[in-house]
């Protein structure tokens, strides 16, 4: 019998712990690893949708929360920005724009971009609604020590930067 187990085998019995990838070979552990990232990015994502308070995903907030500390901002610039298409962003902005959140604007510079900017009404949630909302979401890591936390954030980070061409870590 093999010693070295398969991803297929560990994706089935989805042990997590600190030897889930011990018995396997390289590409198997890559696998796995690849296997364990989609698991978490899809349920993470659902999670995070299931925290939306007033139709307000994680995104619509992400991107409050930047027009909020940064000002009015060119929509295709915020949608690069959030990592989110252009129709994904037209779609975010309209209900947010339907729930007097932001409102749309000519960009004087250059006549084929919009001005995204807050309305009196999303100044006022964002001062006082976004900061309660992304603490509760983040309680999810308050099982986590704080060096458990640096080391996933970090990890993360290593993550986004070589998927985006930044090279390794």
């Known amino acids: 019998m093999e010693a070295r187990q398969s991803a297929d085998a560990l994706a089935c019995d989805r042990r997590t712990g600190p030897d889930a990838l011990a018995d396997l070979d390289d590409a198997a552990a890559r696998r796995a690893l690849v296997a364990q ?6 349920d993470f994502i659902r999670w995070m949708e299931g925290r939306a308070c007033d139709g307000l995903s994680y995104q619509r907030l992400a ?3 930047i027009l909020h500390c940064g000002g ?6 915020l949608g690069t920005q959030l990592g989110t298409s252009p129709r ?4 975010m902005v309209d209900q947010l724009e339907e729930a007097d959140l932001v409102v749309r604007r ?4 250059d006549r084929r971009a919009t001005l995204l900017e807050l309305t009196p009404a999303g ?3 964002a001062d006082s609604a976004l900061l309660p909302r992304f603490i509760a979401m983040g309680e999810i ?3 986590f020590t704080e060096e458990e936390q640096q080391k996933f954030y970090v990890a993360l980070g290593c993550l986004v930067e ?6 390794s870590c």
């Open 72 to 77: 009015p901002a060119i929509m295709r610039d």
């Open 106 to 109: 000519p960009y004087p510079a």
């Open 63 to 65: 991107l409050l929360q």
């Open 37 to 42: 990232t989609a698991r978490f990015a899809a």
């Open 162 to 167: 070589v998927m985006h061409g930044g090279g």
């Open 88 to 91: 994904n962003m037209t779609a």
């Open 123 to 125: 100044k006022r949630m």
């Open 141 to 143: 890591f308050d099982q």
